[in-house]
Nanobody
Framework: QVQLVESGGGLVQPGGSLRLSCAASGSIISIDSMGWYRQAPGKQRDLVATFTSDGRRNYADSVKGRFTISRDIAKNTVYLQMNSLKPEDTAVYYC????????????WGQGTQVTVSS
């Protein structure tokens, strides 16, 4: 049983910061890619930031310079440091991972709400 467990969402004022965490657990042989997506009400789910299969960081243009993705490979965990938050960053943030078990599979976390409002 594979799980992606997210934490760190909440309510923050514009200009503030939050740090999200996502830990993958289970019978994981290796991680192909892992990162974050977000979905605002009435909109599609979009990429925020990910580590690609070759270890590169990939960011959405809207968050470049404000958000930083990092990881702890030994803990199968990724982090998203979000600074200079804007109201338009308000969304449910989902962790995503492509994992190798005995097969290659795509997993999503349960989502964590981030609300940026004064």
């Amino acid at each position: 049983q594979v799980q992606l467990v997210e934490s760190g969402g909440g309510l923050v004022q514009p200009g503030g910061s939050l740090r999200l965490s996502c830990a993958a657990s289970g019978s994981i042989i290796s991680i192909d890619s892992m990162g974050w997506y977000r979905q605002a009400p009435g909109k599609q789910r979009d990429l925020v930031a990910t580590f690609t299969s070759d270890g590169r960081r990939n960011y959405a243009d809207s968050v470049k310079g404000r958000f930083t993705i990092s990881r702890d490979i030994a803990k199968n965990t990724v982090y998203l440091q979000m600074n200079s938050l804007k109201p338009e960053d308000t969304a449910v943030y989902y962790c995503n991972a492509i994992l190798y078990l005995s097969y290659r599979a795509n997993y999503w976390g349960q989502g964590t709400q981030v609300t940026v409002s004064s």
